[in-house]
């Protein structure tokens, strides 16, 4: 029988993501399964992982806001930006908290980045970590990123401990290189913990060693979380029993509910009417893009939609019966 839930792990260090979705997976009994993105082996902290039908929503999560906790040890670089380097240069650490929370100032909001060599981008087919092994370094595109909180934490030179919340596609190690090198001291990661993605919490996760505890394959499945905490952050739209047997084939529809929270999300605009030309009587049209959507019969999660500006649902993502 499949099962279907995401399951909040706290991912220990020295793990990669894989490595810990298939020691779930074998201690839940479940086949299908995908993480959610994934943390470098050094990181530890919130690993969202998808069972059955859950993994039709995990790109929800990719798209997601991130936060983390790390500690940065500044006055050293390392080759990769982490613990997992060599130091490749040292310099001596003469900082303020004064300068430090003016260098800060500079990495809130948009910013720049330069992906690290060592990550999972391709080229050519290739992940850049293979071509870094092999002393290789390509040129990579700036990516544009943001970073809607940094907090200091702890600071007592040269360790540096902060929280940082962030757009998708955020290398938390080249942040932390980009202060350090803002300061003129250089920097690396020591630590990482990833602490929320999107509206998931790591007060909630479960360990691998919590999970092991438990003593059945079917108590284990029981405290996975419902497949629709990754669609926490979509608006909901409820349908009545016909109207769900529609959805569920396919079929697009307009509902009372629906066309009540186009009403709400996407706002109107006044144009000048066509007919009649003599008038101009003022008239409303639609603006807004569709956007995604949630949709339940009153016992279940049935999918996933778009909404269109005249309330019109199209289902996009379906979970079988």
């Known amino acids: 029988m499949t099962i279907s839930g995401v399951l909040l792990l706290d991912k220990p260090e020295g793990f990669s993501s894989n490595a810990a979705l298939g020691k779930a997976r074998w201690l839940l009994g479940e086949r299908k399964a995908g993480h959610t993105g994934t943390l470098d082996p050094f990181a530890t902290g919130l690993l969202p992982l998808c069972f059955g039908e859950a993994t039709k929503f995990s790109a929800d999560l990719l798209d997601a806001d991130k936060a983390y906790e790390a500690t940065a040890r500044l006055g050293q670089r390392s080759s990769t930006g982490d613990t997992e ?54 040129e990579r595109e700036a990516r544009h990123v943001r970073i809607e909180e940094l907090a200091v934490l702890e600071f007592a030179a040269p360790v540096l401990k902060f929280r940082v919340r962030c ?9 932390a290189e980009d202060i350090g090198a803002a300061l003129g001291c250089g920097a690396h990661l020591t630590a990482l913990r990833r602490i929320a993605v999107g509206p998931l919490d790591i007060d909630a996760a479960l360990t691998l060693q919590d999970l092991e505890s438990i003593p059945t394959k079917e108590a284990r499945q029981a405290r996975l979380a419902p497949l629709d905490s990754l669609l926490a952050s979509l608006p909901r ?61 009153p016992a279940r999660l049935l999918g996933t939609a778009l909404l269109g500006p005249d309330g019109r649902l199209q289902p996009s993502r379906l979970i079988a019966a």
């Open 85 to 138: 380097g060599e130091i490749v240069e040292e310099r001596p650490v003469d900082v303020s908290r004064e300068q430090l929370d003016a260098v800060l100032t500079r990495f809130r909001g948009e910013i720049s980045q330069i992906p690290p060599m060592h990550s999972a981008l391709k080229r050519d087919g290739k992940p850049l970590y293979e071509l870094a092994r092999k002393g290789i370094v390509v």
């Open 237 to 297: 739209v409820d349908l009545g029993e016909l109207d769900a047997a529609r959805f569920l084939h396919g079929q697009r529809l307009k509902t009372a509910d629906s066309v009540g929270l186009a009403k709400l999300l996407l706002p109107a605009r006044t144009v000048a009417a066509e007919e009649p030309p003599d008038v101009g009587l003022a008239t409303t049209e639609a603006a807004g893009a569709e956007i995604r959507v949630r949709v339940y019969d």
């Open 167 to 175: 757009s998708k596609g955020t290398y938390v190690r080249v942040l």
